[in-house]
């Protein structure tokens, strides 16, 4: 893939959109499954793989040069295990408020594919203001669809939403249970297909 | 050739930058980071006591920690404590080692400061002082006292045990006669929306209240919860409680004897916290009655 072409806000949307994380590129299927159980969870683990995406991508882009071919995949585990570390430390020491909540969620980052993904196919070929907004959009994207998925397994699930009460009694317990994410991520892939192919008729058509 | 020769020197050199950054962000936050964690143990313990920002703790509470260490000696283990003693107008510390039957042996003075004691580091190298080898000791768990004028308030018990998934750590607060005053799950990993709502307010404050007599023989029940009982446990979070006045105290006592209502679908977290707090009850007061013991016949100015 020679350096991409587009604009920001293509990089950004693209991201968020067209190569979805979760429902498009089918990446990072644990978290996805296991941890979208709230809409809070879905929100702090976006926020969390947001920030550490974005320092990643942009590090990456800026050391390719010095990267021998060999060893780049090591070299990416290094730099997320480096930031994942750096992040989980500040956050310890200077927003205590904060780690009490995001703690968990930054501590089990280093193992998600999508990162080390984006930094292989994007960010050791392009400059950095790209590898930064294609992180931008990708982490965006990420968060889009852990909300989504933890807004219908916690409706679904406990019916409540962000903890508040909304339905006032428990539909389907199952929901909150692991092997319901499956089910949830089956149905939603199956949605922004069918939305893509919708849209590409529409557009073939004009 | 080269190439392996480049591969390396390129591996160990990303290695050394990524260990050489890792290393100082957390030279840099270490210290940050062990203060926040010491406020946070003093906000639980002083919750756990009724103390709010709106209701602070009277200037005359006094926590003391005391730690126990397990002694070893050859096949003989031996009991170690770690004990705050009135020294002119401070604290200083002593280490009292009694056998496991509650006998006597010895007490040492230690050479530390209250700041220095609540570092494990510190008190090993204290330790290591009077405990010569091969004698060797391992830290078992402390206990923080808490003391309002001359009267002991309650026992603040740090402690863990397995859950559902993995180790459960809570801080259970007692008061002189072994009552549980509270219960704080300070880290747990049970699955969301089921065995972790065993740190709601719900299920987390029906262990208040619960007499010695009662937790030797606390068990859980598979009922669901009566929603009377459930609005009186989360009346502290509701900003108008719907309960009425004079009923709080009825709903109190008609659930005070009763067992422990599992959380729907998760009944082996219930139970693990459960037999958790029964066993640290338990445990504790068999040892610090000991403890007590030994102290008063022995006369040993403790602080607590």
Redesign the interface.
Do not use: D, Q
């Given at each position: 893939m020679p350096a991409t072409t587009k604009t920001n806000f293509e990089l950004v949307s693209n991201g968020i959109l067209n190569e979805n994380p979760i429902f498009r590129l089918a990446l990072s299927m644990c978290p996805a499954v296991g941890?979208s159980?709230?809409v809070m969870?879905g929100i702090m683990l976006g926020i969390a793989v947001l920030f550490v995406q974005v320092f990643s991508s942009c590090t990456i882009a800026a050391i390719k040069n010095y990267?021998?071919p060999?060893?780049r995949i090591?070299?990416y585990t290094?730099?997320i295990?480096?930031w994942v570390?750096?992040i989980d430390?500040?956050l310890?020491?200077?927003m205590?408020a904060a780690?009490k909540e995001m703690g968990?969620f930054v501590k089990l980052i280093v193992a998600f594919a999508i990162i080390t993904m984006r930094l292989e196919t994007f960010a050791c070929k392009n400059s950095v203001p790209a590898s930064f907004w294609d992180g931008i959009g990708m982490g965006f994207g990420f968060m889009f669809g852990m909300v989504a998925l933890g807004f219908v397994r916690?409706l679904l699930?406990?019916g409540t939403i962000l903890g508040y009460d909304v339905l006032g009694f428990?539909p389907l317990?199952f929901f909150?249970?692991p092997a319901a994410g499956f089910f949830c991520v089956g149905i939603m892939m199956a949605m922004f297909n069918y939305m893509e192919i919708v849209y590409n008729r529409k557009r073939r058509a004009r | 050739m080269k190439q392996i020769i480049r591969i390396t020197v390129g591996l160990t050199v990303s290695c050394l930058i990524a260990a050489l950054v890792m290393g100082s962000v957390f030279v840099i936050t270490d210290k940050a980071k062990k203060h926040n964690e010491h406020v946070d143990v003093q906000e639980t313990v002083l919750g756990l006591l009724g103390y709010t920002k709106s209701h602070p703790a009277p200037s005359d509470l006094k926590l003391y920690s005391l730690y126990r260490y397990i002694l070893t000696d050859a096949d003989t283990s031996t009991l170690g404590y770690v004990l705050p003693v009135l020294k002119g107008d401070g604290v200083g510390y002593q280490l009292m080692v009694m056998d496991l039957d509650g006998q006597f042996i010895h007490q040492y003075p230690l050479d530390m400061t209250p700041e220095k004691a609540s570092e494990a580091a510190e008190r090993s190298s204290a330790l290591q002082e009077v405990v010569k080898p091969p004698k060797t000791f391992v830290y078992a768990d402390a206990t923080i006292v808490a003391k309002l004028g001359k009267k002991r308030l309650a026992y603040l018990l740090p402690g863990e045990f397995p859950g559902f998934k993995t180790f459960i750590h809570v801080m259970l607060a007692l008061d002189p006669s072994f009552e549980i005053l509270g219960l704080e799950i300070t880290e747990q990993e049970e699955d969301p929306g089921l065995g972790a709502e065993i740190k709601q307010d719900y299920f987390k404050n029906q262990f208040k209240g619960k007499s010695f007599e009662k937790v030797k023989d606390l068990h859980v029940v598979k009922e669901p919860l009566p929603d009377e009982y459930k609005a009186y446990l989360e009346s502290k979070k509701a900003k108008a409680s719907p309960i009425p006045e004079g009923e709080v105290e009825a709903i109190r006592s008609r659930y005070q004897d009763k067992d422990i209502y599992a959380l729907t679908g998760a009944t082996i977290s219930s139970k693990a916290v459960t037999d958790g707090v029964k066993n640290m009850v338990a445990k504790f007061a068999y040892r610090i009655n000991r403890l007590d013991t030994v102290i008063s016949s022995r006369h040993i100015p403790v602080a607590f």
């Open positions: 941890i159980t709230t969870n990267i021998h060999r060893i090591p070299t290094l730099t295990a480096t570390t750096v430390l500040v310890a020491a200077y205590p780690y968990i916690e699930g406990m428990r317990l909150v249970l | -």
